[in-house]
């Protein structure tokens, strides 16, 4: 089944640290996206990427960084820089090629700070 | 600049009971518009969308919303809740040409009661 696949589920990060969390689609979708939330904050976008070796920065780009070297994969790097990084963080992926398309979501990853 | 809003942060129905969820967005032109449902801990899944043409759609689950131009609103209702309805429901709206991503609202809290 196509879908999209974040790994790993939960993370825990150390002060100081920079960890990566990983988006995997199959969906041959152009376009992908990262999502922060908060309790009661709803989405905010953190990066999106329209096509392979091009993103963008969205609303809470700060202390964040991606790379899109293949189509099928969008790895988001949290670095210490990113002072309050605990919380979850989703994928989503959509057609992209112009106009709002519906974006498809992985089921997300829960960093937290030890 | 688009924007939703949800004005109701937590909304309580007893099973069996119509329910009405309220949308309102800022979109200079014809927005594209979504509602999502979440479900503790998962990423979102597309209930419905509106890109064009009648106003009143329908989605999974039973679900349907009216797009009112006038009222700039999309509310999403439900003729019967079921205790599984209970979750988390977001809004968005998206440009309807070049490439554009999606605002989200900050969410609705849907309690089912018996």
């Known amino acids: 089944d196509g879908g999209i696949t974040q790994s790993p589920k939960y993370l825990f990060r150390k002060e100081g640290q920079n960890v990566t969390l990983s988006c995997e689609q199959n969906l041959n979708h152009d376009a992908m996206y990262w999502y922060r939330q908060d309790p009661g904050q709803g989405l905010r976008l953190i990066y999106y990427s329209h096509i392979v070796n091009d993103f963008q920065k969205g609303d809470i780009a700060e202390g964040y960084s991606v790379s899109r070297e293949k189509k099928e994969s969008f790895p988001l790097t949290v670095t210490s820089a990113q002072k309050n990084p605990t919380a979850f963080y989703l994928c989503?992926?959509?057609?992209?090629?112009?106009?709002?398309?519906?974006?498809?979501f992985g089921d997300g990853t829960r960093l937290s700070i030890l | 600049a688009q924007s939703v809003t949800q004005p109701d942060i937590h909304i309580t129905v007893s099973e069996g009971a119509s329910l009405e969820l309220r949308c309102n967005y800022s979109y200079g032109a014809t927005p594209y518009l979504f509602w999502y449902v979440q479900s503790p801990g998962q990423g979102l899944q597309l209930l419905l969308k509106?890109?064009?043409?009648?106003?009143l759609v329908q989605g999974i689950k039973g679900f349907e919303a009216e797009f009112k131009r006038s009222q700039s609103s999309f509310n999403l209702r439900k003729p019967s809740v079921h205790w599984s309805d209970a979750a988390e429901y977001f809004c968005a709206v998206g440009a309807g040409s070049g490439y554009s991503t999606l605002t989200f609202g900050k969410g609705t809290m849907l309690l089912v009661s018996p």
């Open positions: 989503a992926s959509s057609m992209g090629q112009g106009r709002a398309q519906p974006q498809h």
């Open positions: 509106y890109f064009s043409g009648d106003t």
